[in-house]
């Protein structure tokens, strides 16, 4: 049974720095397409990035340049390095692992102006 568990949420103000991360079990993470989506209230969820097996990287156009998703596959984590964070970015952030379309259970980022 694959298992996600996020981590690194919290309380920044503008322009700071946040890095998420999310701890996959149950599943061969090194061959599994990962991705972080969010949601921010009486919204709609949306994808922030995704990372697959091979190395290629699919950003979300409103944090490209200021957001990195990585990973490492030794300690089955996928990371989100978030930079330049503005209070739009407030949301809950998911990971996800596509090929199993398994979702963690979401950490809250809220972002002060």
């Known amino acids: 049974q694959v298992q996600l568990a996020e981590s690194g949420g919290g309380l920044v103000q503008a322009g700071g720095s946040l890095r998420l991360s999310c701890a996959a079990s149950?599943?061969?993470?090194?061959?599994?397409?990962m991705a972080w989506y969010r949601q921010a209230p009486g919204k709609q969820r949306e994808l922030v990035a995704l990372?697959?097996?091979?190395?290629?990287?699919n950003y979300g156009d409103s944090v490209r340049g200021r957001f990195t998703i990585s990973r490492d596959n030794a300690k089955n984590t996928v990371y989100l390095q978030m930079n330049k964070l503005k209070p739009e970015d407030t949301a809950v952030y998911y990971c996800?692992?596509?090929?199993?379309?398994?979702w963690g259970q979401g950490t809250q980022v809220t972002v002060s102006s």
């Open positions: 990372l697959t097996s091979g190395g290629s990287t």
């Open positions: 996800r692992d596509i090929q199993h379309s398994v």
């Open positions: 149950g599943t061969i993470f090194s061959i599994t397409a």
